[in-house]
């Protein structure tokens, strides 16, 4: 059936509106914690002892008193079984807690808190115009995509990520939020780019590869192994804080000022551990390290990532785990000689995120942005070795088909 051109046009709006919304809420946010981040990144050597430490303690004190905010596995649930509300009232403790997460060194990035605020705003938008059902989960979706656009730059790429984190069987199920999910990406990612005055091109600049034979979709199937490797050990470091952190004491701040502990033991023996490791992916790239060096700072990684997301601190952990790919990738290189270390690193971050998060379409737009990589198609085939030979049971536990 035709749909009716006001109708279209009305919708177009509201979705542009939206991503204006989310874009500015970003903008915002991201203004503050790069200003929060150079107050805490003269903070460094023994001092971090004593400092993530006590800022762990108020990130706990924050969750406490504001309530918590919840995990992706909870946006997960309300968008499949909450007919695709999520409620505004845990923005306040989600926006606080993790620009001091973050802002601090915690291995996390933005983009969790990012994806729940503007999944929100989304659901907000719904309703004011009285938007219900399937309508009310589309704006909540696209809401979510503005919200992960704005900090990669990839609005289609985006949009693909706020379906698959649903679930792959998901993404045939919500298609028709794609649309609106990419018009929302691309209005805010614009908003955003305008006030932050951020570029648009690449973030990471690896030296440009071209696919010369077959034999390099191969390679990236191997690589796309070591990722997947990468991706189960890190799932068992994980589990493994987890069980730890359950034997603290219930209350909230016990558990993120021990994270706090653990974050800044690790900072003072590995200081590229601390903060989402944007910048310091660059330095992997530039400088020379030894293979023995890379393989613990990789494992260290890891374990900062696993400490800070169990540890009751809020963040994402995408760009920790493309550090951490990037890490192995070059360790692969460096091993045999004749490697391209481009495609090697790029097809382990892009193996292990996929086998961890279980985005492997996403995961392929986005590191093809982010590192300016003209040919995604050995990304793509690592994505999807790393998505099939990912655990069976979901390290998001809520990706499980729900009935």
Request: proline share 4%.
């Amino acid at each position: 059936m035709r749909q009716n051109p006001i109708t279209l046009t009305r919708s177009v709006l509201l979705w542009t509106a939206l991503g204006i919304i989310c874009g500015l809420f970003a903008a915002m946010y991201w203004v503050v914690l790069i200003h929060l981040m150079r107050g805490f990144e003269h903070v460094d050597g023994l001092s971090l002892l004593i400092v993530m430490p006590a800022v762990g303690l108020l990130i706990g004190f924050v969750i406490h008193w504001l309530g918590n905010p919840g995990e992706i596995g909870l946006i997960i649930d309300n968008i499949h079984l909450n007919g695709g509300r999520l409620a505004m009232r845990e923005n306040p403790s989600m926006i606080l807690s993790s620009l001091i997460s973050i802002a601090s060194g915690g291995s996390a990035g933005p983009e969790a808190p990012m994806v729940q605020v503007t999944g929100s705003i989304g659901t907000w938008l719904a309703d004011r115009f009285r938007l219900r059902g399937d309508a009310l989960r589309t704006l909540s979706i696209a809401g979510m995509a503005s919200g992960f656009t704005v900090l990669f730059g990839a609005p289609l790429g985006g949009a693909f990520f706020a379906l698959e984190i649903l679930h792959h069987q998901r993404v045939v199920m919500y298609a028709e939020a794609i649309l609106p999910a990419v018009v929302a990406s691309c209005a805010g990612y614009t908003i955003f780019v305008a006030i932050t005055k951020l570029g648009i091109g690449p973030i990471w600049h690896l030296p440009q590869y071209s696919v010369t034979n077959l034999f390099d979709f191969s390679e990236a199937i191997i690589y796309g192994m070591i990722g997947a490797i990468a991706g189960w050990l890190f799932i068992t470091i994980f589990r493994s804080c987890e069980r730890l952190f359950g034997l603290l004491p219930n209350r909230i701040y016990w558990r993120t000022t021990v994270a706090g502990l653990g974050l800044g033991c690790l900072a003072v023996l590995f200081p590229m551990t601390r903060f989402f490791g944007e910048h310091q992916l660059e330095t992997i790239l530039e400088k020379n390290f030894t293979l023995s060096f890379l393989i613990i700072l990789a494992i260290a990684k890891m374990l900062a990532i696993s400490l800070t997301v169990t540890g009751g601190w809020r963040g994402g952990i995408i760009i920790p785990l493309f550090f951490t790919g990037a890490c192995l990738g070059k360790v692969v290189s460096m091993s045999h000689v004749g490697v391209n270390e481009t495609l090697a690193m790029i097809c382990v971050m892009a193996a292990l995120n996929s086998t961890v998060t279980r985005t492997p379409i996403s995961t392929t737009l986005l590191l093809a942005k982010l590192t300016g990589f003209n040919t995604f198609t050995p990304i793509l085939f690592a994505s999807i070795v790393g998505f099939f030979l990912a655990p069976r049971y979901p390290f998001i536990a809520s990706q499980l088909t729900t009935k």
